[in-house]
């Protein structure tokens, strides 16, 4: 390789995950952490990896649903007024990506992505030593109201679901989730097959982050102020650093940190509300289960089972709004689960493009590389993005769909 040094701004589950691959390729990587940060999107999501998720949220189909999931109405779905001024303008560019030509390239991009993903993610934890965290049983998509299930049975078998396979609960698995979730019995479901789930996204994280230092990772505490696209570096204490080329994969702050250069990143903070508490281990042998009807992901950890929901336009350090963690915890009390007050309360921000495509590529000159704008898919994609900005660091070409240029 002609290139040897690579820096990493950022080590959240994509930057963790590119740092390893990066690494055990024979690269010299420094990653660049920001520090311990628990409000990160790797810490409190579902664990999903969503590979039938090959449709962008782009679309007239969210536009129409809009109203009918709007938090005041008691849905997932909430714009922070006082923030007005991120959402606004993102929206104005959301729309213009809702045009059918757009959904049709997003789908393809997200579909390319996704159909290796959990091959990718089996050697990325190989790599690791912690292929135990991974599970490969599919997930459930479950209702509660006879209308809501005969809509949404509909919708999901007509749906691109790319690699993943759809069929119908067995009357013994449907009757295994109304003994799971007895005080509100769902009435109908389907098993989505081909999926699967990181038992702990932060174990996860730490794990790949652990196996590139041991590698012979460098791995520094520290917030970039500076790029350049000579591949330079500054951190906020001074320090300056210099690679044959600097990787950005920063989150939702990867826009600020690509500003200097010129360039406007569309970024917005799609805010994210979870919480977790311990369970019998009855209730963590199920796999992931979305209850449709609430827009609740049901996700069972090592550490115990993790509820997660909500759609929350925002400045992404506004506080966390705690009516959503009200919300949550009563609905998953109405479940038939002993949540007490005490759980494990979070918001994180995902990075979302006006899109929903993820932005993976390189500038000119492809000493400046960049991956970042994963919204929902940043656990899905992160170890097939991993391979994508190795090939990148290598010469190789950005896809169009995926370059950051295309806005």
């Known amino acids: 390789m002609s290139r040897k040094s690579l820096i990493i701004v950022g080590a959240g589950m994509v930057g963790a995950a590119c740092a390893l691959r990066l690494q055990a390729a024979g690269r010299a990587v420094t990653l660049i952490d920001p520090g311990e940060d628990q409000q990160a999107s790797s810490f409190g999501n579902a664990g999903h990896i969503a590979v039938e998720q090959v449709a962008p949220l782009a679309g007239w189909g969210s536009v129409r649903a809009a109203p009918a999931m709007l938090f005041g109405v008691g849905g997932p779905l909430d714009f922070r007024w006082s923030d007005v001024g991120h959402w606004l303008p993102w929206s104005a560019r959301f729309l213009a990506a809702c045009r059918s030509d757009q959904v049709r390239r997003g789908t393809q991009a997200l579909g390319d992505l996704a159909l290796p993903a959990v ?17 490969e049983d599919g997930h459930a998509l479950l209702w509660f109201d006879p209308r809501s299930a005969a809509t949404g049975r509909s919708k999901w078998l007509a749906a691109d679901i790319g690699s993943a396979t759809c069929r119908g609960l067995t009357s013994d698995e449907l009757s295994s989730y109304q003994v799971l979730l007895a005080g509100r019995p ?107 009807d609430w827009s609740i992901v049901l996700a069972p950890q090592i550490e115990g089972l993790r509820a997660t929901s909500y759609v929350e336009f925002g400045d992404a350090e506004a506080p966390p709004d705690p009516r959503k963690w009200s919300r949550l915890i009563s609905r998953v009390r109405a479940l038939g689960f002993d949540v007490p007050d005490t759980c494990q ?32 898919l940043g656990v899905t994609l992160a170890a097939i993005t991993a391979e994508r900005i190795e090939a990148l660091a290598n010469g190789g070409p950005t896809d169009p769909a995926l370059d950051i240029r295309r806005f």
């Open 186 to 292: 769902p009435v109908d479901g389907l098993r989505i097959e081909g999926t699967a789930r990181l038992t702990s996204p932060q174990r996860v994280r730490e794990a790949l982050v652990s196996a590139f230092v041991a590698r012979g990772g460098d791995r520094r505490r520290g917030l970039v102020t500076r790029i350049s696209p000579e591949a330079e570096v500054e951190l906020a204490d001074g320090t300056r650093l210099s690679a044959d080329q600097v990787l950005v994969a920063s989150g939702v702050r990867s826009g600020a940190v690509l500003a200097p250069l010129g360039t406007r990143v569309p970024l917005i903070a799609e805010r994210g509300y979870s919480i977790q508490f311990p369970v019998s281990s009855g209730s963590v042998g199920f796999p992931t289960a979305v209850l449709e």
């Open 119 to 135: 091959r990718a993610w089996r050697d990325l934890l190989d790599l690791a030593s912690a292929s135990d965290l991974m599970v």
């Open 345 to 376: 309360r979070w918001m994180g921000c995902r990075p979302t493009l006006p899109d929903y495509v993820p932005a993976i590529g390189a500038w000119p000159g492809q000493r400046l590389l960049y991956a970042f704008g994963h919204q929902h």
